[in-house]
Structure formats: C-alpha cells, structure tokens
C-alpha cells in the first residue's frame, strides 16, 4: 500500500506552465501504474495521463486528447516520485488535479488506461488555475 503526496500547481497565466509533483512517502512505485486526473468545476473527475509500470525501455504511456501534445507524464529517478508537466496552460485546464496509483502485481504492466476503477491510491488533491 502506498500514500501519495502531491506538491506543487498553482495560478499561473494562459499560455504558461505548471509541474505537478507526486511521492509516494511509503513504499515505492515499482509495482504501480501511475496517472494523473483532474475536476474541472461542476465536472465529472476525468483521466488525463498514465505510464505504466514497466522499465523505460518499453513502459506505455496514455493521453487523454485535450492534452496531447503539451503535458508529459514521467517517473521520476528516484522510484517512489512522478510528475505531470503541464505547457501551453489554456483556461479550460483549470481543474484539481489528483495523482492516483494502480497496484498491477509484479509482472510488469506495458500499457495502463484511464478510467478510474483500477486506482485505489489517490493523492490529496491541488488546484491548478489558469487565468489572466
């Protein structure tokens, strides 16, 4: 089991960018696949990124649509941190964003999806807002 902790997010102009941070403070992340969600106001929670849990050489990776392109998911070298790289920030982006692990077992995992189910370990939540 682990507990996630998420750091960084904030106010930041159209345009901009924002790096989302998330550790898990026990344990470590080799056994998970990771993703990153966010709730817009008045929305439902929806998928925003993924990676999988395998080694770099052949881990998968998913995007939801809106976000191709400009926010990059990644492990961090340390094994228990990823992050969530958020460029060319647009208004609609404005949501709270949740770090979320899904325990996959020991067999490692080359693809990982979207829908919320599967992650049972959820970081605290933090607001991001673009605005001018």
């Known amino acids: 089991q682990v507990q996630l902790v998420q750091s960084g997010g904030g106010l930041v102009q159209p345009g901009g960018s924002l790096r989302l941070s998330c550790e898990a403070t026990?344990?470590?992340?080799?056994?998970?696949?990771i993703g990153w969600f966010r709730q817009a106001p008045g929305k439902e929670r929806e998928g925003v990124a993924c990676?999988?849990?395998?080694?770099?050489?052949?881990?998968?990776?998913y995007y939801e649509d809106s976000v191709k392109g400009r926010f990059t998911i990644s492990r961090g070298n340390a094994k228990n941190t990823f992050s969530l790289q958020m460029n060319s920030l647009k208004s609609e982006d404005t949501a709270i964003y949740y770090c979320?692990?899904?325990?996959?077992?020991?067999?490692?995992?080359?693809?990982?999806?979207?829908?919320?189910?599967?992650?049972?370990?959820w970081g605290q939540g933090t607001p991001v807002t673009v605005s001018s």
């Open positions: 979320a692990a899904e325990a996959t077992g020991t067999t490692p995992q080359h693809v990982c999806t979207i829908p919320e189910s599967p992650y049972l370990y």
């Open positions: 990676t999988s849990s395998s080694d770099s050489g052949d881990r998968g990776t």
């Open positions: 026990s344990g470590n992340l080799n056994y998970y696949n």
